[in-house]
């Protein structure tokens, strides 16, 4: 079964899934990261302004096959079509379709804007539903 965990009170969403995604590459683990197609596109030229040291490769799923194949990191608006099923970052407001494809799913939830942490708790309430164990990290409390 999928591990789902929730990643609370991120101050800067597309800033944590820089980050999330630099760890995931250096775990040696491929990653998804799904959500709306201009959130990635910011997402996109973020990651290409990383530090040279902190560079994390990636394509997004309408580059070629090829590409998509060997890239660690796969910025997909659908997840369903990845060919990489290890680990599912969400940046959407619903839950994403296929995440039981995934070893792990992690969703990123805002510490400021109310409408992605009500969205958030409507995910939650699917996930713990339908049996999967939910794990709760405060970014926050990570922080101090």
């Not at 899934?17 to 996109?44: N, T, W």
């Not at 394509?59 to 290890?86: F, K, N, Q, T, Y």
């Not at 804007?113 to 990570?142: F, M, N, P, Q």
């Amino acid at each position: 079964m999928t591990e789902v965990a929730f990643h609370f009170n991120a101050p800067d969403k597309l800033a944590y899934a820089c980050r999330f995604a630099r760890k995931v590459q250096r775990s040696g683990a491929r990653l998804v990261i799904a959500g709306p197609a201009e959130m990635l596109e910011a997402l996109d030229r973020m990651l290409w302004t990383l530090a040279p040291l902190d560079f994390v490769a990636h394509c997004r799923d309408d580059a070629d096959e090829e590409m998509i194949h060997v890239s660690p990191v796969l910025l997909a608006v659908d997840a369903r079509r990845s060919p990489h099923h290890e680990v599912l970052l969400n940046l959407n407001a619903e839950v994403p379709e296929g995440f039981g494809r995934f070893d792990r799913l992690v969703e990123v939830v805002s510490a400021q804007d109310e409408a992605d942490r009500s969205a958030a708790r409507a995910r939650w309430k699917h996930y713990a539903s339908r049996g999967y164990a939910i794990t709760r990290h405060d970014l926050v409390l990570k922080a101090n």
